[in-house]
């Protein structure tokens, strides 16, 4: 059934569902080419918002011979049997409410994908249980890869900055939320940014900027909190110019303007060339310090966040397992955190509680999911997301019948430990996510899930 919301503003057609609603698609702003976003008002125009809106031009678009191992992996777990479209027009996003919304508390989740790959709309990406726990879900698309980190002085002359338009998009996009959340039932001043992998680590940027404090109350940093002692830590813009200059060299390019109207195909095909030949390749396709959105080094900034709800967790499989560890507990310590170790191996296969496997928990998606769960998985999801949707409501994920979750301190690196067993507090086993990292591979294989 097609659901009709007007206001003063417009109209809104978007879908009925058993929880509530959902609004797909929605463009909340526009950007050309290595330009940065400006917004779209909401209600510009009639808009019919039931199907899932175009994710940036990926490598997946041109290059299938692409989907190695690892990526075959995560195509199974997220994507398979799912259609995406693709387009430079790219800046839309997905609301989920509950019936009869009224100031609900909002979660705004930014995919992952190594800062290169990813959309809004793959599996489990579907706010229905936080709906029907009375939480707003939106999920945002953004740009990724040369499209989202290019830097040319070019652009610092025609903007003052350079590069970090898909960082830009993340927050225009959080903006756009906060400006017209509460037409969907939504309360502007209780929004909480969840990111998983790339996604959590551009929350953890965005976290260093003071600038942007009041926009957020809360976090949740899924494997990508912490960034120190010397992880994810962006480089100055300008230093990162003269590899995007290699890639114009490699197009033909010979001026600024031709790179912005080259077919997209050329370009992504020069991307992926320069994957395969430079070693520091993913290193340049991320945000980097631009003087705006990330004012300085990182490493400098982490020890002053925004005075914000911090939740931050990893898994035994993750990414770099024993450093994500590491660097979560850390920055979870010093900011009063509520960290939490996933141990519960995935069914199914011998990858343990791999990098992302903890999102179906999250989003209660286990049933779309190929892997045999059993009902300790189903009892370990619904915790997870009734303690996310009690800590977007209030801060404090606690509540009837769950375990209790005590914040980390100085004196103290306990998580909640999600595992085979009873959920309980504890500390992470660093020995079992080391022998899981020497023998299922390495891990940074799993960056661009």
């Given at each position: 059934m097609r659901m009709k919301r007007e206001n003063s503003q417009g109209t809104l057609i978007g879908k009925e569902t058993e929880y509530g609603f959902a609004y797909l698609g929605i463009p909340y702003a526009r950007a050309k080419r290595f330009g940065y976003a400006e917004e779209i008002p909401y209600g510009e125009e009639k808009q019919e918002a039931v199907a899932f809106g175009p994710a940036c031009p990926q490598y997946r678009m041109y290059f299938p011979?692409?989907?190695?191992?690892?990526?075959?992996?995560?195509?199974?777990?997220?994507?398979?049997?799912?259609?995406?479209?693709?387009?430079?027009?790219?800046?839309?996003?997905?609301?989920?409410?509950?019936?009869?919304?009224e100031n609900c508390p909002v979660i705004i989740f930014i995919h992952g994908g190594g800062f290169n790959s990813g959309a809004n709309s793959e599996e489990p990406f579907r706010g229905g249980e936080f709906a029907k726990r009375g939480v707003i879900t939106v999920f945002i698309n953004y740009r990724v890869g040369v499209l989202g980190y290019l830097t040319h002085e070019e652009i610092k002359k025609e903007y003052g900055r350079e590069g970090n338009f898909g960082l830009d998009d993340q927050l225009t996009a959080i903006r756009w939320v906060k400006k017209y959340i509460r037409l969907f039932g939504g309360d502007p001043e209780n929004i909480t940014l969840m990111g998983q992998s790339a996604g959590?680590?551009?929350?953890?940027?965005?976290?260093?900027?003071?600038?942007?404090?009041?926009?957020?109350?809360?976090?949740?940093?899924?494997?990508?909190?912490?960034?120190?002692?010397?992880?994810?830590?962006?480089?100055?813009?300008?230093?990162?110019?003269?590899?995007?200059?290699?890639?114009?060299?490699?197009?033909?390019?010979?001026?600024?303007?031709?790179?912005?109207?080259?077919?997209?195909?050329?370009?992504l095909t020069a991307e992926h060339?320069?994957?395969?030949?430079?070693?520091?390749?993913?290193?340049?396709?991320?945000?980097?310090?631009?003087?705006?959105?990330?004012?300085?080094?990182?490493?400098?900034?982490?020890?002053?966040?925004?005075?914000?709800?911090?939740?931050?967790?990893?898994?035994?499989?993750?990414?770099?397992?024993?450093?994500?560890?590491?660097?979560?507990t850390k920055f979870g310590r010093a900011n009063g955190a509520y960290l939490y170790y996933f141990d519960l191996d995935a069914p199914g296969d011998h990858n343990a509680a791999f990098h992302s496997c903890d999102l179906r928990y999250m989003f209660g998606g286990l049933k779309e999911s190929w892997r045999p769960y059993g009902e300790r998985d189903f009892e370990v999801s619904r915790q997870m997301t009734d303690y996310a949707a009690n800590f977007a409501k209030t801060g404090d994920p606690?509540?009837?019948?769950?375990?209790?979750?005590?914040?980390?301190?100085?004196?103290?690196?306990?998580a909640l430990c999600?595992?085979?067993?009873?959920?309980?507090?504890?500390?992470?086993?660093?020995?079992?996510?080391?022998?899981?990292?020497?023998?299922?591979?390495?891990?940074?294989?799993?960056?661009?899930?």
């Open positions: 011979q692409l989907e190695n191992p690892e990526r075959r992996f995560y195509h199974k777990e997220f994507r398979e049997g799912l259609s995406f479209e693709y387009d430079e027009d790219c800046l839309n996003l997905n609301i989920y409410a509950p019936k009869q919304a959590a680590i551009s929350i953890q940027y965005l976290c260093l900027n003071q600038d942007l404090f009041g926009l957020f109350k809360r976090v949740i940093m899924m494997s990508g909190g912490g960034l120190f002692p010397k992880f994810a830590l962006p480089r100055p813009a300008d230093e990162t110019r003269p590899y995007w200059q290699e890639l114009m060299a490699r197009c033909g390019c010979e001026s600024f303007e031709a790179l912005r109207t080259l077919p997209i195909e050329k370009l060339e320069m994957k395969m030949t430079r070693k520091d390749a993913t290193y340049h396709t991320m945000p980097v310090v631009d003087g705006v959105l990330i004012p300085d080094k990182t490493d400098k900034l982490i020890g002053m966040p925004l005075p914000v709800g911090y939740m931050i967790g990893f898994t035994n499989n993750d990414m770099y397992a024993p450093v994500m560890a590491h660097i979560g606690n509540g009837e019948g769950l375990p209790e979750w005590k914040p980390a301190g100085r004196r103290s690196a306990a999600f595992g085979p067993e009873k959920t309980v507090m504890g500390r992470p086993d660093y020995l079992k996510m080391t022998k899981n990292m020497l023998t299922k591979g390495d891990p940074k294989d799993e960056v661009q899930a």
